[in-house]
């Protein structure tokens, strides 16, 4: 390993640093099993002087383990906080950490001018959480003359994790601030059969896939990991590591992979990032964008009937907010048939709304279906109504639902084929078959009890259904 900086070029990120953070790291938590992982300690070292010897005025600190929302993230506000690891054992070692009020304040109102779902509101803890205190205890053994912005992650799609990192470029430039960014987050968790969370084969190819991306800076690649492979890897900063890139959007970077340790089964990979410069072919969000829209487009072109009016319904709600008629190109095959269907909205890979019905409560097929796509992109509990500026955007589904079918056993499911209705006294739940993620008939029923308020001991009758799926 190698220190990367030798000259400081001024940018408004001066360098950003991926880092993990397992509290044993500390010496007081450790009590010497630290020592597994001695060259995650020398990395991180290193780390700490670059640190030191950038001076920043400001560090930013992206955490997984901050206050965290499905559909918003979460800035820290105030003064300033404090935390110890009291949890892990360690209660003597404590930090009290003056924010940065100016640039989180000017962040936030970015942010709410932009219509982007950021800001101070809905702080839970104020604590300073492992993720940022095990970074803070290495740069504060070297360098103390700075204040904190500290930002959670979110449950939305990755580019909007990056469009937050390029917001955050944006307010430091404004504020002509001097600033290092740190990414922190551990890699997959599913290293080894020993580890607390076991093996699982997508957790070495997560690690490896990351490392080669990182030792090039390749910050488009970041965002072709599917939700599904994130959430079998086990991984833990992967939002935080994109963040930290739309942070870096439009520069020429200079990657420097400095350690990855992967004994206790989880994976600490340590990477520095430099800026020399501007370098326009670096504009990810701006390329994956694009991208995006050309192929929704060849989509729209290419969709059969079922897509068409799905998508023809959601737009025409979404930019008239009434209910569009049936058009009169709609073919027999939908005007002559009454069954269930769903709606499925995807948005950058990951759900934006599903809503449908179980059994046909419309005409036909094709009122079923506009019915279920307003509803989708305007009523779906989970998510805020879909905005115009999104529908060049959004990959649309339907499915049409056969009759459900009573079964006496789980042997008699199959989650590729058939989807299951799970039913207990008034209380019912439903899940389409093949989604990714959904790989067990016993996931698939947990998953459908769950939604429909089913506790999971609880007794429940099982059926089955088929779908024919138009994508």
Same mark, same amino acid.
């Given at each position: 390993?190698?220190?990367l900086?030798?000259?400081?070029i001024h940018?408004?990120?001066?360098?950003?640093?991926?880092?993990?953070?397992?509290?044993m790291?500390? #010496?007081?938590?450790?009590h010497?099993?630290?020592?597994?992982i001695?060259?995650?300690i020398?990395? /991180?070292?290193?780390?700490a002087?670059?640190?030191a010897?950038?001076?920043?005025?400001?560090?930013?600190i992206s955490s #997984?383990?901050?206050?965290? /929302?499905?559909d918003y993230?979460?800035?820290?506000?105030?003064?300033?906080?404090?935390g110890s690891f009291? =949890?892990f054992g360690? #209660?003597?070692v404590g930090?009290d950490?003056? /924010?940065d009020?100016?640039?989180?304040?000017?962040?936030?109102?970015?942010a709410?001018?932009s219509g982007?779902?950021a800001?101070?509101?809905?702080?839970?803890?104020?604590?300073?959480?492992?993720?940022?205190?095990? $970074?803070?205890?290495?740069i504060l053994r070297k360098?103390?003359?700075f204040?904190?912005?500290?930002?959670?992650?979110?449950?939305r799609d990755?580019l909007?994790?990056?469009?937050?990192?390029m917001?955050i470029r944006d307010?430091?430039e404004?504020?002509?601030?001097?600033?290092?960014?740190?990414?922190s987050?551990?890699l997959?968790?599913?290293?080894q059969?020993?580890?607390p969370?076991?093996? *699982?084969k997508?957790?070495?190819?997560y690690?490896?896939?990351i490392a080669?991306?990182?030792?090039?800076?390749?910050?488009g690649?970041?965002?072709d990991?599917?939700?599904s492979?994130?959430?079998k890897a086990?991984?833990?900063?992967?939002r935080s590591?994109v963040?930290?890139a739309g942070?870096? =959007?439009?520069?020429?970077?200079?990657a420097?992979?400095?350690?990855?340790?992967d004994?206790?089964?989880?994976g600490?990979?340590?990477?520095?990032?430099? $800026?020399?410069? =501007?370098?326009?072919?670096r504009?990810?969000?701006?390329?994956?964008l694009?991208?995006?829209?050309e192929?929704?487009?060849?989509?729209?072109?290419e969709?059969?009937a079922?897509?068409?009016?799905?998508?023809?319904?959601?737009?025409?709600?979404v930019?008239?907010?009434?209910?569009?008629?049936?058009?009169?190109?709609?073919?027999?095959?939908?005007?002559?048939?009454?069954?269930?269907?769903?709606?499925?909205?995807?948005?950058?890979g990951?759900l934006?709304g599903?809503?449908g019905?179980? !059994?046909?409560?419309?005409e036909?097929i094709?009122?079923?279906?506009?019915?279920n *796509?307003?509803?989708?992109?305007?009523?779906d509990?989970r998510?805020?109504p879909?905005?115009?500026?999104?529908?060049? /955007?959004?990959?649309? !589904?339907?499915d049409?639902?056969?009759?459900?079918?009573?079964?006496g056993?789980e042997?008699?499911?199959?989650?590729?084929?058939?989807?299951?209705?799970v039913?207990?006294?008034?209380k019912?739940?439903?899940?389409?078959?093949?989604?990714?993620g959904?790989d067990?008939?016993r996931q698939?029923?947990?998953i459908?009890?769950?939604?429909?308020?089913i506790?999971?001991?609880?007794?429940?009758?099982?059926?089955r259904?088929?779908?024919?799926r138009?994508?």
């Amino acid at each position: 390993m190698r220190l990367l900086i030798k000259e400081v070029i001024h940018m408004p990120i001066a360098a950003a640093f991926m880092v993990p953070h397992p509290p044993m790291i500390v #010496p007081e938590v450790g009590h010497g099993r630290e020592k597994q992982i001695e060259k995650t300690i020398r990395a /991180y070292e290193m780390v700490a002087d670059e640190i030191a010897s950038l001076k920043p005025q400001t560090i930013v600190i992206s955490s #997984p383990h901050s206050v965290m /929302y499905s559909d918003y993230f979460h800035i820290s506000p105030g003064i300033g906080a404090s935390g110890s690891f009291a =949890d892990f054992g360690a #209660p003597q070692v404590g930090f009290d950490i003056r /924010y940065d009020e100016e640039l989180a304040s000017l962040l936030a109102a970015k942010a709410d001018a932009s219509g982007f779902p950021a800001g101070t509101s809905g702080e839970r803890k104020r604590d300073l959480d492992h993720g940022v205190m095990v $970074p803070l205890w290495f740069i504060l053994r070297k360098y103390k003359d700075f204040k904190l912005v500290r930002i959670g992650l979110s449950g939305r799609d990755l580019l909007k994790h990056y469009e937050l990192g390029m917001m955050i470029r944006d307010a430091v430039e404004e504020l002509d601030r001097n600033v290092v960014y740190v990414a922190s987050g551990d890699l997959s968790h599913k290293l080894q059969d020993y580890g607390p969370y076991g093996f *699982a084969k997508e957790g070495p190819d997560y690690d490896k896939r990351i490392a080669d991306i990182c030792s090039e800076a390749s910050f488009g690649e970041l965002f072709d990991f599917d939700e599904s492979f994130l959430e079998k890897a086990a991984e833990c900063g992967h939002r935080s590591f994109v963040m930290m890139a739309g942070a870096l =959007d439009g520069k020429a970077v200079e990657a420097n992979w400095l350690s990855h340790e992967d004994v206790t089964g989880v994976g600490y990979g340590i990477c520095s990032f430099v $800026p020399k410069g =501007d370098d326009e072919s670096r504009r990810f969000l701006e390329a994956r964008l694009k991208g995006v829209r050309e192929k929704i487009e060849r989509k729209r072109l290419e969709s059969d009937a079922y897509v068409r009016l799905a998508r023809e319904s959601a737009e025409h709600f979404v930019r008239s907010g009434k209910v569009m008629p049936l058009p009169d190109w709609v073919p027999d095959e939908l005007l002559s048939r009454k069954a269930g269907a769903f709606v499925s909205i995807h948005e950058f890979g990951a759900l934006r709304g599903c809503i449908g019905t179980i !059994s046909s409560v419309r005409e036909n097929i094709a009122m079923e279906i506009i019915h279920n *796509a307003v509803s989708a992109v305007s009523s779906d509990p989970r998510f805020e109504p879909v905005r115009e500026e999104e529908l060049d /955007y959004l990959d649309i !589904s339907v499915d049409v639902l056969g009759a459900p079918e009573k079964v006496g056993s789980e042997a008699e499911l199959d989650v590729k084929k058939y989807g299951v209705i799970v039913q207990s006294g008034r209380k019912r739940g439903l899940l389409l078959p093949d989604l990714d993620g959904v790989d067990t008939v016993r996931q698939q029923i947990e998953i459908a009890k769950r939604k429909g308020g089913i506790a999971p001991d609880d007794k429940a009758d099982l059926f089955r259904f088929e779908v024919v799926r138009h994508h």
